[in-house]
């Protein structure tokens, strides 16, 4: 199996931690874990800023010295945009399962400049990119025009038999305002969960180049290189993004070979 996908654990609730140390990279982590309802998530960020997205289920949530109260609304991913908190470095968040919970942690270096604040379904901008069979729908929960230090967090819906990340775009590059040096991963769900599909991850010499079945739950790291996404007939897919790097700036360089769709 690939490096680059990673299957879900079950142990207590964790069914992923992806560390920079993890991965072999700098910058992005991500965690996803279950909660039973009265059970409780505590951390320190350290030197890491965070962003808790509740994918689903509901949640009492502190972080940085702030009670958010109880929050979150969607019984799955698939049920509109995500209550989310973002979290400083150098503070402390808590998050109480009300129900059953699926909650995200992503995180990326910083300083602790920003306090901590709350991105309710209302701040997140909806967008829906591309055409035909390359549709699908973007919820922006941090994007680059919101405050953070490094830290970029999306949500993607993908409908069934589409193409997404598409056309296959690269950002593994610090080389603005041409492109952005930016690590990714991609955690996915399908609806129905026994859905499928298939992501590719490939450089222009090809020293890289996978394509693996990903199926629901399942995490890809993007270190580097082109990462297009097709949802099998049948089934949308759901995914999450987390990118950071050097530079808090999105700047993509599409494939050369399938740079003419853009125009067609």
């Excluded at 097709?230 to 360089?253: E, I, S, T």
Aim: glycine fraction near 10%.
């Amino acid at each position: 199996m690939s490096k680059l996908l990673i299957k879900p654990g079950k142990a207590g609730g964790l069914i992923h931690r992806v560390t920079p140390h993890s991965a072999g990279w700098t910058h992005v982590g991500f965690e996803v874990r279950d909660l039973q309802a009265g059970d409780t998530l505590s951390a320190e960020t350290g030197d890491r800023e965070v962003c808790l997205v509740l994918l689903a289920g509901r949640a009492s949530v502190e972080a940085g010295g702030r009670d958010f109260g109880v929050l979150g609304e969607r019984g799955n991913v698939f049920e509109g945009a995500p209550w989310s908190v973002y979290v400083p470095a150098g503070s402390r968040y808590s998050v109480t399962a009300r129900t059953l919970l699926e909650v995200a942690i992503c995180s990326s270096p910083a300083t602790g400049t920003l306090p901590a604040r709350l991105i309710g379904p209302d701040r997140v901008a909806q967008e829906t990119r591309g055409k035909g069979s390359n549709t699908r729908h973007v919820r922006n929960i941090l994007p680059e025009w919101e405050p953070a230090e490094s830290l970029l967090v999306v949500e993607v819906i993908t409908p069934s038999g589409n193409w997404s990340s598409y056309p296959p775009h690269k950002h593994d590059r610090d080389d603005l305002p041409a492109e952005s040096l930016l690590e990714e991963t991609y955690y996915h769900r399908f609806s129905p969960p026994q859905g499928y599909g298939v992501q590719r991850v490939y450089t222009d010499d090809r020293s890289l180049d996978e394509t693996m079945t990903v199926t629901d739950r399942d995490v890809v790291l993007v270190p580097r290189g082109y990462h297009p996404v097709g949802a099998a007939h049948g089934y949308d897919l759901y995914y999450l993004n987390v990118m950071a790097g050097p530079k808090r700036v999105w700047k993509f360089h599409n494939d050369p070979d399938h740079a003419w769709l853009t125009k067609a």
